[in-house]
């Protein structure tokens, strides 16, 4: 597996209705996303003798150069962006955890503090060049996310399968809001596979030739990927549902109290997954951003410029996280509004526009019946965020 790949195990919260529809919609949006994937390492070198190293640059080679840019890059900057302020919120909730439970009786600190602290790592990791550079990161991270994940499912069963008053049915005891909440949990569950933003950039570091093409070791890392991410998503999904009900926590580690010494060291695994996480993100980011500085407005590339535009990105994706650390509701919210296109069906429009599949052949009908699914998940989990992101706005203090 490219140990570049962990950007793709993050843990998802458990779907608050995992019932029928939520399990269908869970392993639903394993495989479509798996299948999308498929297609972008596919089409990464469509143009013989070219490759094409960037979404956008695929974007332009299916709509034109201009209107490419307008399509890909705006949706591209909102899932990269989104990610890091999730992974800030993330990282600092679960540093807070890691001290609840290794200091039992220590005094209560803000939650903005850990995510400030979680932050300040970044300003030296941010001078990084390149992906290539974050890549024993990254691979680090992929072992914990995997070892979290084990350790939050093992730990609930651990707990017991017949707890008292644990509640299965919807949190909101209105329809409308059961409803919403839903839909917000399909946004979570897009959120979880998020890997398509960087899947060509990630590709880009592979070499090429006609002998030996980068989508065959590119796609062999991908399942193994996949692989992973179905032992690290799916069991702690279900299990946490099963043994804590509605009452689980966007993050199941944040659920689980005991025993101390194993919760504190799995939020600890949790810091440094998305210490890795946010870096590749944020990579892509900083590229865009110097490209377009350099290229357009003629600044000169220099250490100074590089130093600007990084802690410049740190410091404002760290003061959101601080501002509003509303997990669930930035999960279903922004992956709702930014990951259903970029991983649901775009990659399938960007399809059609080049392969071009014979009309109404297997290949046409999956990406058609893609393009329709991926358009409902984008409209509903969108929605549904918002509406948990403002029943969170009534209850919170700004900065608390």
Excluded at 170 to 188: C, E, I, P, Q, W
Excluded at 277 to 296: N, P
């Amino acid at each position: 597996m490219s140990p570049q790949w962990s950007e793709l195990l993050f843990l998802a919260s458990p779907m608050l209705c995992l019932k029928g529809p939520g399990i269908a919609i869970l392993v639903l949006s394993w495989i479509i996303t798996l299948y999308t994937l498929w297609q972008m390492v596919e089409m990464h070198e469509i143009i013989p003798g070219k490759r094409l190293d960037r979404y956008h640059e695929l974007g332009q080679v299916a709509f034109g150069e201009k209107l490419g840019l307008w399509i890909v890059v705006p949706q591209q900057l909102t899932v990269e962006v989104s990610t890091c302020i999730v992974y800030m919120v993330t990282g600092g909730k679960s540093l807070k955890k890691f001290q609840e439970s290794a200091v039992p009786n220590s005094k209560p600190i803000r939650t903005t503090y850990f995510i400030l602290i979680f932050g300040s790592c970044h300003f030296i990791l941010s001078l990084l060049p390149n992906l290539n550079s974050i890549s024993g990161v990254s691979l680090a991270a992929a072992f914990m996310s995997l070892s979290y994940s084990m350790i939050a499912w093992i730990a609930s069963l651990k707990k017991g399968i017949y707890q008292e008053n644990v509640d299965y049915s919807y949190r909101d005891k209105t329809t409308s809001g059961s409803v919403l909440n839903f839909f917000s949990a399909m946004g979570d569950v897009a959120f979880a596979f998020a890997g398509h933003n960087v899947v060509l950039e990630i590709q880009a570091t592979i070499p090429s030739t006609p002998e030996q093409p980068s989508k065959k070791p590119m796609w062999k890392g991908v399942k193994v990927a996949y692989f992973i991410v179905a032992l690290s998503y799916f069991p702690v999904a279900l299990v946490g549902y099963f043994i804590f009900g509605n009452s689980v926590d966007g993050n199941i580690l944040i659920t689980l109290e005991k025993p101390n010494w194993l919760i504190a060291l799995a939020n600890l695994l949790v810091v440094f997954h998305v210490i890795g996480g946010y870096q590749i993100y944020a990579m892509s980011v900083f590229d865009m951003i110097e490209t377009y500085l350099v290229k357009q407005k003629k600044f000169r590339p220099s250490t100074p410029l590089r130093i600007a535009v990084r802690f410049t990105y740190v410091v404002i994706t760290m003061f959101i996280g601080m501002a509003i650390p509303f997990f669930g509701g930035l999960l279903g919210f922004f992956g709702g509004l930014a990951l259903s296109p970029t991983s649901y069906f775009l990659p399938c429009i960007i399809w059609l526009v080049l392969v071009k599949p014979r009309r109404f052949s297997i290949s046409w009908l999956m990406n058609w019946t893609f393009v329709v699914l991926g358009v409902v998940l984008m409209m509903l989990a969108a929605t549904g965020g918002l509406y948990t992101l403002i029943a969170s706005y009534k209850t919170y203090k700004f900065f608390s």
